[in-house]
């Protein structure tokens, strides 16, 4: 198999790159090599190895060791090396000469940017000024108007990473994840404390520490391996799928979309994943029996197309009574099913099949 690699890196050298192939996405494709990545997973990866990636051909072989991934991207080739995102070594033949990158080094840049879920966190009470004027309030829905034909007033916002990304789990080990070492972590990314910085650091701490509500599971991923293996192991399946909402344009208001069909996804148990404010890609996962997800197509009022990921919660009994979705939908808790669709920047798992 060393030989048949060697020659293959050989071959392809004719051509020069500029790029290295993404830990992340050698990790997704030996894991998930049929799965789809969905893009509230892709906008946490750096944008030039994707436009890398979808360019060119991989081919992937597997070994004790983890694998080797070549590429052929736009006029080059990379050889990755180790353990599917983790470490490893990457060589990169391109413009001025070869590159190699042994893993991150120094500190990452720190980039919070993503606004805390709390609209999707179940134990939260709702305030005045987010029922008025946060945009994911109008994402809640009783599931009677789950049909098609239905008509709905809807914004979808997309929350761009901002440069945050993922870490490999290796280099997300490596940092305290824990409020009782905030002051570490704000030295770590040289945040100063007391300032917003280290508010949303704290705040994203105190998040993820809280209990879970009653009947779920809740994780906060620090890599993109560390999600993939939580919802594989709270979906009882290594045969899993990931999906997210998709709108056609970047920005759209709020206005009225037409139902045009319903999907039900495999399965009554699902996880999903919020973004979370961070300093690097961190999401906020809870596993549920209780709850079914859907692909929803619908039409907007401007003729824009999406295909909304839509989750209905069957049993809200734990849910805090002053939950956001019981102040706009005027239900209370346990009363009936409570459905909202996601945001493009959050993500579904549950079974293929």
């Known amino acids: 198999m060393d030989r048949f690699l060697c020659l293959l890196s050989f071959l392809l050298l004719v051509t020069v790159s500029h790029a290295a192939l993404s830990p992340q996405l050698v990790y997704w494709h030996s894991v998930l090599p049929n799965t789809p ?6 906008d946490f990866i750096d944008p030039d190895v994707l436009a890398e990636e979808k360019s060119g051909v991989n081919v992937y072989v597997k ?25 490893g070594t990457n060589v990169n033949v391109g413009h001025g000469g070869v590159h190699v990158n042994t893993g991150h080094k120094g500190k ?21 000024t987010q029922i008025h004027d946060d ?38 080990d490596a940092i305290p994840f824990s409020s009782a070492k ?17 508010e949303e650091l704290k705040t994203t701490l105190q ?20 999600m993939v293996e939580f919802s594989m192991s709270s979906l009882g399946t290594r045969d899993v799928t990931a999906v997210s909402t998709t709108v056609a344009k970047a920005v759209t208001p709020l206005q009225q979309y037409t139902v045009t069909g319903v999907k039900a996804l495999v399965g009554d148990r699902l996880v999903a994943c919020h973004p979370e404010a961070y ?9 549920t029996a209780t709850s079914k997800a859907y692909t929803v197509g619908l039409l907007g009022a401007d003729g824009v ?16 009574p002053n939950h956001v979705a019981f102040k706009v939908l005027k239900v209370k808790p346990g009363s009936v099913p409570v459905c909202h669709f996601l945001p493009e920047d959050h993500v579904v798992w549950s079974r293929s099949g």
């Not at 979808?156 to 990304?165: I, L, N, V, Y």
């Not at 990314?189 to 917003?196: H, I, Q």
């Not at 989750?311 to 805090?320: F, K, Y």
Request: hydrophobic residues 35%.
């Open 37 to 42: 990545m969905p893009s509230a997973i892709s």
């Open 135 to 172: 945009p994911n309030v109008a994402l809640f829905f009783l599931d009677k108007e789950l049909r098609s034909g239905a008509k709905m007033n809807l914004h979808f916002t997309k929350t761009t990473s901002g440069g945050a990304s993922f870490l490999t789990q290796k280099e997300a």
């Open 63 to 87: 070994g004790k060791s983890g694998g080797t991934t070549v590429n052929v991207g736009h006029g080059g080739v990379h050889v990755g090396t180790g353990k599917p995102g983790g470490g």
């Open 182 to 198: 905030l002051p570490e972590i704000l030295d770590h990314f040289s945040v100063k404390p007391g300032s917003a910085e280290a």
């Open 305 to 320: 197309r999406a295909e909304a990921v839509a989750v209905c919660h069957t049993d809200t009994r734990a849910w805090n």
């Open 207 to 226: 998040e993820c520490e809280e209990p879970a509500v009653k009947g779920e599971r809740k994780y906060c991923a620090t890599s993109l391996e560390s």
């Open 279 to 287: 300093a690097y890609a961190v999401f906020y996962c809870h596993a």
């Open 108 to 128: 990452p840049r720190v980039v919070v940017t993503v606004p805390s879920s709390k609209d999707f966190i179940y134990n939260y009470a709702a305030t005045e």
